[in-house]
């Protein structure tokens, strides 16, 4: 048996017609160029006769991708056929992806045909398709709930007709691994001619099982896994690529399969997905989340130092990562402060280390994540220094359709306060113009980032910054309700870092010149 495992990837199809997923035509071509950078052996670019959006994307990108396979997906019917060949075939490589349901519950319920009905059907249709592309796939959706000996019919008249891929897809997540196994090895000890095909598993996450299920069947003889990047598709999405592919690529051995899939290109194309779609995935997702290969806990961050082996099952370099993280944080020890500290350039003797660990759970308590400026403020002692400086008393912005963005914010600064206004290309650019005014520092933004950190209307609101003063970058981050204020009081922290990071430089100077 075929050791190689094809990786049909469905992010632009069934990820794509999820909620919140959705893409414009460019964007879909941007995202399956980065599935060809990734090495995919299928792109599914979408369902061509759901839209006259969905046919245009489809064509453009079966005009464009070389390497890769292009799907276009249709119901069993002609009308859905022709548009799918209409879209795809100028591909290099294109293949019908033609499904119907098979499982009593959506016959009866959905399709209202009877067995036979739809047995006539996938004949038809999977002739038909036959006649315009020799890449015929047959789906039978809902295969998992669908009565066995109906299935193996079904799946040998699909053969007969000239599929050359059959996909059992688990179309709700309701399958057990083993059970979806199962489902795999009957048909491929009782259909005729199966040998012949390539068996596919298409699995959705409705019970966490996506992952676990597609490598039962690959484990029960299927060599092709439908997927999407960062898991996005109906529901619960549908199985994630990355989790597949390095789960085949860590664990090669004793599975004894592999994927075609250049890894280093997992990273990257996960970020695509997300920019273009505004769906970030989970911190602590497998493989592409920030925390994947990010360590805080202090035993765990000593182990890493020694050897990453010790809490890291594959690098992050494999999945095109720099490197690994140790957060500093409260869980920290003294051995990745020591260790931070070395890498910006401070070898800290025993002594000052103990007090710099001191100083550094203080601040760690009241912070959630330290930055590399708040290490080095509590090496040269000016933990707190930031409270000094500039504060946002209030702010009030006015913009909208027809309205210049504006911005009134009152800061202090000890005892004085100042209020000033700006205008700007948006609220938050008319709120750092107004912050320029009022401090005379100008900034260049160079990072800028939003995210909720609670759910709902009221959502509170994560600012991060990065903005370079006099060449120097220094970060600020701020949580609100309001996004403006939030952005406001981030660009601040930077300010003020840059502001007792140049008081500080100014007292040295003015100390050597006086001891000279
Ligand atoms: O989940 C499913 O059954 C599908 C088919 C159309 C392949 O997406
Ligand atoms: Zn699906």
Redesign the pocket.
């Known amino acids: 048996m075929e050791h190689r495992v094809h990786i049909f990837d469905?992010t632009l199809r069934?990820g794509e017609q999820s909620p919140g997923c959705s893409m414009n035509l460019e964007e879909k071509v941007r995202m399956a160029r980065q599935l060809e950078h990734l090495r995919v052996d299928v792109i599914e670019a979408g369902f061509p006769i759901a839209s006259a959006g969905d046919f245009e994307a489809v064509q453009f990108i079966a005009k464009t991708v070389e390497q890769s396979t292009v799907a276009a997906?249709a119901r069993a019917v002609k009308q859905d056929i022709d548009r799918a060949w209409e879209a795809i075939q100028y591909a290099k490589h294109p293949r019908i992806h033609t499904?119907i349901a098979t499982s009593d519950i959506h016959l009866k319920h959905k399709l209202k045909k009877t067995r036979e009905q739809v047995l006539t059907d996938t004949v038809t249709a999977v002739k038909y398709a036959k006649s315009l592309c020799d890449n015929v796939e047959f789906?039978c959706?809902?295969a998992s709930r669908s009565d066995i000996n109906f299935l193996c019919e079904l799946v040998a008249a699909a053969i007969d007709s000239g599929a050359v891929v059959i996909?059992l897809?688990d179309?709700v997540g309701y399958a057990l691994p083993e059970e979806y196994g199962a489902m795999f090895s009957e048909i491929r000890r009782r259909v005729p001619g199966v040998d012949n095909v390539i068996l596919s598993a298409?699995c959705?996450n409705d019970l966490g099982l996506a992952v676990a299920n597609s490598l039962a069947a690959v484990h029960n003889g299927a060599r092709q896994i439908?997927c999407t990047v960062n898991g996005i598709g109906?529901r619960a999405g549908n199985a994630s690529l990355e989790e597949i592919v390095m789960a085949i690529k860590t664990r090669g051995e004793k599975l004894g399969i592999e994927t075609n899939i250049d890894t280093h290109e997992i990273y990257k194309s996960s970020k695509l997905l997300s920019s273009l779609t505004g769906m970030l995935v989970q911190r602590n997702k497998a493989i592409v989340g920030a925390n994947a290969f990010a360590h805080e806990a202090g035993i765990h961050q000593d182990g890493m130092l020694k050897s990453p082996i010790t809490y890291e099952i594959m690098t992050p370099q494999s999945v095109g990562i720099k490197h690994s993280t140790l957060v500093l944080g409260k869980h920290s020890g003294r051995h990745a402060l020591k260790q931070r500290y070395a890498e910006l350039g401070y070898e800290l003797p025993a002594d000052e280390l103990d007090r710099a660990y001191q100083a550094f759970c203080t601040v760690a308590d009241k912070k959630k994540e330290i930055f590399d400026e708040d290490l080095i403020a509590i090496i040269e002692d000016r933990v707190g220094d930031v409270d000094d400086y500039y504060q946002l008393e209030t702010i009030q912005v006015s913009s909208g359709t027809n309205v210049r963005p504006t911005a009134t914010l009152e800061l202090r600064l000890g005892d004085q306060r100042f209020v000033d206004s700006a205008t700007g290309d948006g609220p938050v650019d008319a709120a750092y113009k107004t912050i320029e005014r009022i401090t005379g520092v100008t900034g260049k933004l160079t990072e800028y980032s939003i995210k909720s950190v609670s759910l709902g209307r009221d959502a509170i609101g994560e600012v991060f910054v990065r903005a370079e003063f006099n060449g120097v970058l220094y970060n600020g981050r701020a949580v609100s309700t309001d996004i403006i204020t939030g952005s406001a009081k981030a660009y601040l922290e930077a300010l003020n870092r840059f502001l007792v990071a140049s008081k500080r430089k100014k007292e040295a100077e003015q100390q050597t010149s006086v001891a000279v």
Do not use: A, G, K, V
Request: hydrophobic content about 15%; overall charge negative; proline content about 7%.
């Open positions: 469905t069934d997906l499904f789906s959706e809902d996909n897809p179309t298409h959705h439908e109906e």
